[in-house]
């Protein structure tokens, strides 16, 4: 309800829209070169989960993959589509992919949101290839920001994480889900 609502609608319409261009250039190509670097097969298809307005669909589509993004805006997915990206307002639970579909699938700043991650986790697995890959990013409690600047670092925000990580208990979490893991940290 709460990334349905008009109040978070527009925010994301005002942040997101904004800076669509500079986030695909910025973080988009950075991670699916990143991504890149991991793969063997180079047409793959790929999920970004909580996709935002599709940044990141967009710099994988650039490269050629088969890509789907979901998320639980209207607008930011409205946004996205406008730009001819394959995007979804649906959750994870409600995707109707066939199991075994997608080679890669990301979660960038999306675990720190939900109630339940590890269920999550593990309802993205099913839609893995064997062998496929997930890919997170998540803020991380221990950095120098939070340090410095305590509850006004710019990832503390109450009502929209819920939980919070650092290397240890993101692995941890991980490691609940009984499936293989490597983490790398910067």
């Not at 999920?47 to 979901?70: P, R």
């Not at 699938?105 to 064997?130: G, N, Q, R």
Request: aromatic share 14%; charged share 25%; glycine share 6%.
């Amino acid at each position: 309800e709460t990334y349905r609502s008009n109040e978070y609608q527009n925010i994301m319409k005002e942040l997101g829209e904004e800076s669509h261009l500079y986030r695909v250039q910025r973080f988009g190509k950075e991670r699916v070169d990143i991504i890149d670097g991991f793969i063997k097969e180079k047409k793959i298809k790929y999920l970004d989960i909580g996709c935002s307005t599709g940044f990141m669909i967009e710099a994988a589509k650039n490269v050629g993959w088969e890509s789907v993004g979901i998320d639980l805006n209207p607008s930011a997915i409205k946004f996205g589509q406008s730009r001819g990206l394959n995007l979804l307002n649906i959750s994870l639970e409600d995707l109707e992919y066939k199991k075994e579909y997608f080679d890669v699938l990301s979660m960038f700043d999306v675990l720190e949101h939900l109630i339940d991650p590890i269920k999550i986790l593990k309802i993205a697995l099913e839609f893995l290839t064997p062998g496929g890959l997930i890919f997170l990013y998540v803020p991380n409690w221990n950095s120098a920001s939070r340090y410095f600047m305590n509850e006004k670092a710019h990832f503390i925000w109450p009502t929209h994480h819920l939980n919070y990580y650092t290397p240890e208990t993101i692995s941890r979490l991980l490691m609940n889900i009984n499936s293989f893991l490597i983490c790398f940290f910067k």
